[in-house]
């Protein structure tokens, strides 16, 4: 089992740039495709980002396709978020999440069972 570690979050002004960071470990990290979900207050967890195991296929919610981009080490078992051009939308705690199965795809984030971090809050100020 996966355990996932999410840190990085905090407090920034619109337009600033933060780095998430999600730590794994209890697994083979490199093995499983990994993901960045977000929610705000009163709505339901969504899909913000994804990226296959081997790194080859990254795709983006509409929302923050050209802001963010998810990568990864797979030597540091460690998922990354660089979220650029921050706006208030993006206020939400972040979630780090491991597909369960290994060599999963990226596609396929959305709807296969995850293990999940705790979160972190980010906030977006004007």
């Known amino acids: 089992q996966i355990q996932l570690v999410e840190s990085g979050g905090g407090l920034v002004q619109s337009g600033d740039s933060l780095r998430l960071s999600c730590a794994a470990s209890g697994g083979s990290f490199s093995r499983y495709a990994m993901g960045w979900f977000r929610q705000a207050p009163g709505k339901e967890r969504q899909f913000v980002a994804a990226?296959?195991?081997?790194?080859?296929?990254?795709i983006y919610s509409d929302s923050v396709k050209g802001r963010f981009t998810i990568s990864r080490d797979n030597a540091k078992n460690t998922l990354y978020l660089q979220m650029n051009n921050t706006k208030l939308e993006d206020t939400a705690v972040y979630y780090c999440a491991a597909d369960r199965r290994p060599h999963g795809t990226a596609h396929a984030m959305g709807t296969v069972p995850k293990y999940w971090g705790q979160g972190t809050q980010v906030t977006v100020s004007s």
């Open positions: 990226i296959q195991w081997n790194g080859l296929t990254r």
